[in-house]
């Protein structure tokens, strides 16, 4: 399986689990650290296969890595997900009060 079919799946899955009302925030942000992190290494390889031309605006490899930047880093970073998903296993928090 690839690892854009494993990403895929995977939304997919928390799609479905979202919709029936069964699950919980350490799913979604599990799945969301790692959707955006391997998308990241997608783009990455992507824009290595296009040599210099992976750089250029007009193909668009260079505008889907920078754009997969903003998706790491927006709406709870990938280190926040993964403490999320840590709390969630281990039940110990990595934030005081």
């Known amino acids: 399986m690839?690892?854009?079919?494993?990403?895929?799946?995977?939304?997919?899955?928390?799609?479905?689990?979202?919709?029936?009302?069964?699950?919980d925030m350490a799913q979604i942000a599990m799945a969301k650290a790692w959707i955006s992190d391997r998308a990241r290494d997608v783009a990455r390889w992507g824009r290595e296969v296009c040599g210099g031309n992976g750089l250029l605006h007009e193909n668009y490899v260079m505008r889907a890595l920078t754009d997969l930047e903003g998706v790491y880093t927006y709406e709870g970073t990938y280190d926040v997900n993964?403490?999320?998903?840590g709390r969630h296993l281990t039940g110990?928090?990595?934030?005081?009060?």
Request: net charge positive.
């Open 82 to 85: 993964t403490l999320v998903t």
């Open 2 to 23: 690839s690892t854009t079919q494993a990403i895929l799946l995977l939304c997919w899955r928390i799609g479905s689990l979202y919709d029936s009302g069964n699950v």
């Open 92 to 97: 110990l928090s990595a934030f005081t009060r």
